[in-house]
């Protein structure tokens, strides 16, 4: 799913939100989101999952061209751990989809 597909899922759901409403409501949720996860804040969407920011330390890298070392310096990344709820219902409609595919074959 895209931002734009989210967009015109948010509009198609709720029939008082023009489409220029739902893609502002779609753009200020990411925004707030990734101010605090540049904070450094945690943000917990319970039953959907967490994002976090995880660090990786630095390390010696090697150049595959040249097979010089190469430092690479420490990095904070985005992590999304999903939920409980998430992890489940994926699961699931995965065994239908499976269980749909054998029955086919």
Same mark, same amino acid.
């Given at each position: 799913m895209t931002r734009s597909d989210l967009v015109e899922e948010l509009a198609a759901r709720f029939g008082q939100l023009t %489409? #220029?409403?739902? &893609?502002?409501? @779609? /753009?200020?949720?990411?925004d707030a989101m990734s101010d605090a996860l540049v904070r450094g804040h945690r943000i917990e969407l319970r039953g959907f999952g967490s994002f976090s920011i995880n660090r990786r330390p630095p390390r010696m890298g090697r150049n595959?061209?040249?097979g010089e070392s190469v430092a690479i310096p420490e990095k904070r @990344?985005? %992590?999304f /751990?999903?939920? /409980?709820?998430? #992890? &489940?219902a994926v699961d699931a409609r995965t065994q239908e989809l499976l269980a749909k595919s &054998?029955? /086919?074959s």
């Open positions: %489409h #220029r409403d739902a &893609e502002f409501a @779609v /753009k200020t949720l990411l595959p061209r040249s @990344v985005p %992590h /751990k999903p939920g /409980k709820a998430l #992890r &489940e &054998e029955l /086919k």
